[in-house]
């Protein structure tokens, strides 16, 4: 039938509408040729359609910004570990990174085992190639935060380490806290003590741009 002009397909309260003048089509209940509104479902249980493909983004729970997801990534990424002054010449058994994106939201995982180094870097220890810049929201003055398990390297005796993914960057700084007052220290590239057996393995929580 037809309806404001256009067209409509359907049966008793469940129907389509399509709107030619707005690129658009709404659910209409044909018996009464009003459009409805949260009253009808697409697919079933065991009535599923297959792959949906979308240029845009979904509103899932709301129709409010905040329930616009517009992005969903699985991929992978290289890690590498260089200093904050110079970087070094390092090698790895195995340089392994994976990460998941949905919507600004990034969890990455990282494994970098046997590092070996040919020239050694200087000052803080930093893991480069993450896959994505941070990027915080105006006025939240946090950081990505995570676990790491690092061993092969010296002066941490235990002490908790803490991996921090600063605003704008792309990489991760390593930090350890140490102390009574559990002092945030940066843990120098440097301290790489047995070359060909340390390890890195961790996985990491940040925010990036939309």
């Known amino acids: 039938g037809t309806v404001g002009g256009g067209m409509f397909i359907g049966d008793g309260d469940v129907g389509l509408e399509m709107d030619g003048a707005n690129n658009a089509i709404y659910p209409i209940a044909p018996s009464s040729l009003a459009n409805t509104d949260n009253h009808t479902d697409l697919g079933d249980s065991d009535k599923r359609f297959k792959d949906l493909y979308l240029g845009g983004g979904i509103y899932l729970g709301g129709t409010a910004a905040v329930n616009h997801l517009d992005d969903y990534e699985e ?33 990455v995982w990282i494994n970098l085992t046997n590092i070996t180094s040919s020239s050694v870097g200087t000052s803080t220890l930093f ?11 105006a006025g939240f003055n946090g950081d990505g935060v995570g676990t790491l398990s690092i061993n092969g390297y010296s002066g941490l005796d235990g002490d908790y ?3 921090v993914i600063g605003d704008n960057n792309a990489h991760v700084t390593v930090y350890f806290h140490t102390g009574t007052n559990n002092t945030l220290t940066s843990l120098p590239v440097t301290n ?5 057996a340390a390890d890195i393995r961790g996985v990491l929580h940040y925010y990036t741009a939309g």
């Open 75 to 107: 991929g992978t990424w290289t890690p590498s570990i260089q200093g904050a002054g110079s970087a070094g010449t390092y090698t790895y058994a195995e340089q392994q990174g994976h990460y998941l994106k949905i919507g600004n939201y990034v969890t």
């Open 127 to 137: 893991i480069t190639g993450l896959p994505f810049n941070a990027n915080y929201q």
């Open 161 to 163: 380490i803490a991996p």
């Open 192 to 196: 790489l003590a047995q070359s060909g």
